[in-house]
């Protein structure tokens, strides 16, 4: 499968732990976005990188979320002392250059207890 | 670029009917718009794109219309088959954005009765 992958699926941790996700994106993809998405609504933009250089953030993601991608290729995107507001459905997309189609991962959904 | 949404949350069909979901927009610098279908516990898979400078662009079964006049995007399934249930969200992006992110409305649920 040459789609975009995500690890792990499925999250469930307590309150103040830190997890992290990773995404690989479509082979030779050099955008990567990361999204949220919470039950009955459509995904919000998190923040986006170009290669290794992240490019944007969302005034969504505070100062308890990192992402990286260090190599221009799959990324991470770390939560660290998780909250129950934080329990969602996080998407990662890649696209090749901008303005141009966007493909989604299936997603790790989180659980914070 | 934040206000897309859709004029239905729902939407039930017969199979073999055609369906249409609407979605309205209000940022008239948005060139470029998407539809994705999302299954259950699946991440939003692409079904179809338009630019702002075409009216109408058609694929396998789908066919997606745009009027700029009145900030108004439509999704049309042809013969509209059970796999086809599923949330339907559209999503655009600025013109001449070089960020590619995309603003997604709430979404209409399909539901395809047999």
């Known amino acids: 499968d040459t789609g975009v992958s995500q690890d792990p699926r499925h999250k469930i941790t307590k309150r103040g732990q830190n997890v992290t996700f990773r995404c690989d994106p479509i082979?030779?993809?050099?955008?990567l976005y990361w999204y949220r998405q919470t039950l009955g609504q459509g995904p919000e933009f998190l923040t986006y990188?170009?290669?290794?250089?992240?490019?944007?953030k969302s005034r969504l993601l505070s100062d308890r979320f990192s992402a990286e991608r260090p190599k221009g290729s799959f990324s991470t995107l770390e939560i660290q002392r998780t909250e129950q507001g934080d329990s969602a459905m996080y998407l990662c997309?890649?696209?090749?250059?901008?303005?141009?189609?966007?493909?989604f991962g299936p997603g790790t959904r989180l659980l914070v207890l | 670029g934040e206000s897309v949404g859709l004029h239905l949350p729902t939407l039930s069909v017969q199979e073999g009917d055609n369906s249409i979901i609407n979605c309205a927009y209000s940022?008239?610098?948005?060139?470029?718009f998407i539809w994705y279908k999302q299954e259950s516990g699946k991440g939003p898979q692409f079904i179809i794109d338009i630019r702002s400078n075409m009216d109408k662009r058609q694929g396998q079964r789908v066919t997606v219309l745009l009027n700029k006049t009145v900030k108004h995007l439509s999704l049309q399934i042809a013969a509209t088959q059970p796999g086809d249930s599923a949330v339907y969200f559209c999503?655009?992006?600025?013109?001449?954005?070089?960020?590619?992110?995309?603003?997604f409305g709430r979404g209409t649920q399909l539901t395809v009765w047999p």
């Open positions: 999503a655009e992006n600025e013109r001449g954005s070089t960020l590619g992110r995309l603003y």
């Open positions: 990188f170009q290669n290794e250089a992240q490019l944007e």
């Open positions: 082979s030779e993809h050099n955008r």
């Open positions: 997309a890649s696209s090749l250059g901008s303005a141009t189609t966007q493909y």
């Open positions: 940022n008239s610098a948005s060139d470029y």
